[in-house]
């Protein structure tokens, strides 16, 4: 009966149980005594047997359903438990190994993607009413020289600044910069942001940090390598062409006799040389624009003159592009900048405009102006093409540009002139308008 299944297998120990237990009692009713002692003692030798068989079915039910409630799954089972009795245990228990196994690869690459972020992060796990460490990634413990320790009051030990400053709002969703003061080093600065999950019976604080000084220097290389690459292109583009033609203009002059075809070789490439040389000239003279921004002089200047004297300028081209202008701009009150520079960026986005309606049938152009919280805002917009969103994150990149015959500063000038005053210059684009939104505080 080994590889019947159980209930089979008890159901034949029982029927036989009670068989020699009836020709038992028909012994005795026979005075057979002797031979009913001998078929008691069966039976006895049979209810043992049953007993063990019983205990030792329900010990393997009972060790396997605690190795997975342990999450233990070390344990191999006998080939012959695959089969009839454990079958269906035996395919939950493997399932849930390969589930567990699943589960554990996942935490591993999740805890190696945390651990290769440069943002410091920190997981904290509610039990009870106690907060406790579930997760540090190497980016924290780096940063603020913390071991990687598992209870939340040890953490206060080491960054109590930080430690305060959450526990002030009581484990709250929040975003703000906090100063961090890291071992015996000056206070740095952190955006801090944290929030809050829940799963099934867990409760999780999630908090992320990043160094401020270290964003800015990204950005600062990121910008850097950009310039560079543009720099080098235009550099490139000029010298290049200049050293072929020098060289063939030696190549020539090397000759014992010129012909007229020699002289005509001599004046193209002259005349090349000095187009590229200009070209170069007009680029670093472009350059030296961003590069030497003069301080602005501030003066307070009428918004509607401001204006006024910008389209005064821009309206024979505005008239000669069929461009219908939408003005909202009735303000009365007067701003402090430097009038020539303002007018410098106005002229600058307006022409910026012009050229993204360059391919519509219907061009509009829309100004207006409004004051929010002591912030001045103007606001230049074009139903025109929009930008691209693969060029969104360039459009003020120095000598970026779209235009065949654009220098790529303009919105870059525009940009370092509205900051010079103090104020931002953002845009703002959809599929029917694109917005550039300059605030002056």
């Known amino acids: 009966m080994k590889n019947w299944k159980f209930h089979n297998a008890l159901f034949v120990r029982v029927l036989f149980l009670m068989i020699l237990f009836l020709f038992c009692l028909f012994l005795i009713y026979k005075m057979f005594y002797y031979n009913a002692i001998l078929v008691a003692f069966f039976v006895f030798l049979m209810l043992i047997e049953t007993y063990f068989y019983v205990k030792n079915q329900l010990q393997f039910y009972d060790r396997t359903l ?10 191999n089972f006998p080939e012959e438990n695959k089969k009839d009795n454990f079958k269906s245990l035996y395919l939950l228990y493997e399932t849930l190994k390969v589930q567990q196994q699943e589960q554990v690869s996942k935490e591993l690459i999740y805890q190696s993607l945390l651990n290769n972020i440069d943002t410091a992060a920190l997981i904290l796990e509610k039990e009870n009413e106690d907060w406790n460490i579930f997760l540090m990634n190497d980016c924290f413990s780096d940063l603020f020289k913390v071991p990687k320790i598992s209870h939340w009051k040890y953490l206060k030990n080491y960054l109590p600044s930080l430690c305060y400053e959450i526990e002030k709002t009581e484990f709250s969703e929040l975003k703000s910069a906090i100063s961090i003061k890291i071992e015996e080093q000056d206070l740095q600065t952190f955006i801090l942001q944290t929030s809050r999950t829940q799963t099934y019976n867990k ?13 800015i220097e990204k950005k600062e290389k990121e910008a850097w390598i950009n310039l560079m690459k543009i ?12 050293r072929a033609l020098s060289q063939n203009l030696l190549e020539i002059v090397d000759q ?5 075809d020699d002289f005509e070789d001599i004046k193209s490439s002259i005349s090349t040389i000095i187009n590229r040389s200009d070209h170069l000239q007009v680029f670093v003279e472009n350059y030296r624009k961003l590069a030497m921004l003069p301080t602005p002089t501030k003066q307070m200047t009428p918004i509607n003159s401001l204006f006024e004297d910008c389209l005064r300028i821009m309206s024979p081209i505005l008239k000669a592009e069929n461009i219908k202008l939408i003005s909202d701009i009735h303000s009365s009150r007067s701003i402090l900048i430097d009038k020539n520079q303002m007018e410098q960026v106005i002229i600058n986005l307006v022409t910026n405009s012009i050229y993204a309606l360059k391919e519509k049938d219907e061009k509009k152009m829309y100004l207006s102006s409004y004051t929010e919280n002591s912030r001045f805002f103007i606001i230049i917009s074009d139903n025109g093409r929009g930008i691209d969103p693969e060029i969104q994150d360039k459009v003020f990149l120095p000598f970026f540009t779209t235009r065949k015959d654009g220098a790529g500063i303009g919105l870059t000038l525009s940009k370092n002139i509205i900051e010079a005053h103090g104020g ?7 599929k029917d308008k694109t917005s550039f939104v300059i605030c002056l505080i």
């Open 66 to 75: 605690l190795s997975i409630l342990q999450n233990d799954f070390s344990t």
């Open 203 to 215: 409760e999780y604080f999630i908090i992320l940090l990043d160094s401020i000084q270290r964003v």
């Open 231 to 242: 720099i080098s292109h235009e550099l490139m583009n000029s010298l290049t062409p200049i």
């Open 256 to 260: 014992e006799n010129l012909g007229e």
């Open 424 to 430: 931002y210059l953002s845009y703002q684009t959809d």
